[in-house]
């Protein structure tokens, strides 16, 4: 069936619309959007596991179809013309069938539009090394990638090589060349695909997700190698970032892991998304560059003072995670609430906040 002719497609245009960012659909629930961090149902009957094939099966084919049934697990774009694009999850739990689709904003964003601090256009700037993007599932990072990606393309002329599960910002060729990459039909997995991007004469890798040891491996060796290298963690600050490099290894080559990676670290970007007062969401971004003293940090196995380097370079462009969750409580962007959920250090931003007068049920437990 083609796309936009399909069932599913009332409840994807309904979910632009609104201007939510998530559909969930489960057995034994109705559909649910996600609008402004929140998830709501939307008027329809619950879901049985019927409805939830004839929703689906339609537009995931007989091959992602064959793997979902196989593994309970199956990730793929779809498109609905003159909608958007989307990027589909479906899984198994306990009462069936459950998937996901985020929508994929199919115009890519800049800097600006994106509220992003002018630190991040350096990133832009790097031409070798390791450069990590980190944070939750859903915290934007795909899109901050996109933006950078994007603005090297207009102002460069590189060899920039993606690799994604699935595929999500599509970018045209401008100055640069683009060649990106999908899982599953480009490639068998990342760390396969990054073996074989560094024979391609890139200039650019950028790796969509760095989740298992034969990955971070290659990316790695590509940066040590001299390539500029772009991947993804799911974590929520620079340090837990550097601590989830090294300990994939095992212990044995740690050592030289913490070596490599203080030769080959250029930057840390991590984020989270918050609910912003009124509506929608915004961004609180922690911003570490490479120094000879973070790298000696980091080769010395000193990751418990990064984020206290972090906040001695703020005239360097780095930023904290807790610092910038101050500022946009202060700017009264954010409420008291959402800045102390998603702070790291959450005694110390509890006292922040009893100083400043704010008044909270805040637990000082992390």
């Not at 009957?45 to 309970?72: C, H, M, Q, T």
């Not at 599960?165 to 039909?185: A, W, Y």
């Not at 200039?203 to 760095?210: A, C, K, Y």
């Amino acid at each position: 069936m083609a796309p936009g002719s399909t069932k599913i497609d009332r409840f994807l245009k309904l979910m632009q619309d609104v201007g939510a960012s998530d559909l969930h659909l489960s057995v034994g629930r109705p559909p649910m959007f996600r609008q402004s961090g929140q998830l709501d149902p939307i008027r329809y009957r619950i879901l049985s596991n019927r409805d939830f094939v004839e929703l689906i099966k339609p537009i995931a084919g007989d091959e992602n179809w064959r793997s979902y049934k196989d593994s309970g697990d199956c990730d793929f774009a779809y498109s609905v013309p003159g909608v958007a694009r989307f990027r589909v999850n479906l899984f198994m739990q306990q009462r069936g069938y459950g998937g996901v689709f985020r929508i994929i904003p199919t115009k890519l964003m800049t800097f600006a539009q994106l509220g992003l601090p002018k630190a991040v256009e350096r990133l832009c700037q790097i031409e070798r090394g390791l450069v990590l993007v980190t944070g939750p599932t859903g915290s934007g990072k795909s899109t901050t990638l996109s933006a950078v990606v994007n603005r090297i393309n207009e102002e460069q002329r590189r060899h920039i090589i993606t690799i994604e599960d699935p595929i999500e910002f599509v970018h045209p060729n401008k100055r640069s060349v683009i060649s990106q990459r999908e899982i599953g039909q480009h490639a068998t997995d990342f760390a396969s695909a990054v073996q074989a991007a560094v024979r391609e004469d890139p200039d650019t890798i950028l790796v969509g997700e760095m989740r298992d040891l034969e990955t971070i491996r290659t990316a790695l060796d590509a940066a040590e190698a001299g390539f500029l290298v772009f991947g993804t963690l799911h974590t929520n600050n620079a340090a837990k970032a550097v601590d989830r490099i090294i300990n994939v290894f095992p212990q044995d080559e740690q050592d030289g892991v913490r070596g490599s990676l203080a030769e080959s670290l250029r930057a840390v970007l991590a984020q989270q998304l918050l609910r912003r007062q009124g509506g929608g969401r915004v961004a609180a971004l922690e911003i570490l560059f490479a120094t000879s003293g973070m790298a000696s940090m980091i080769r010395e196995g000193k990751t418990a003072q990064v984020t206290s380097a972090i906040q001695m370079g703020k005239a360097q462009g780095m930023q904290a995670m807790d610092d910038a969750l101050w500022l946009l409580l202060s700017d009264e962007i954010i409420d008291a609430e959402a800045c102390y959920e998603k702070a790291v250090d959450k005694a110390q931003m509890r006292d922040r906040l009893k100083k400043a007068g704010i008044e909270g049920n805040f637990d000082a437990d992390e």
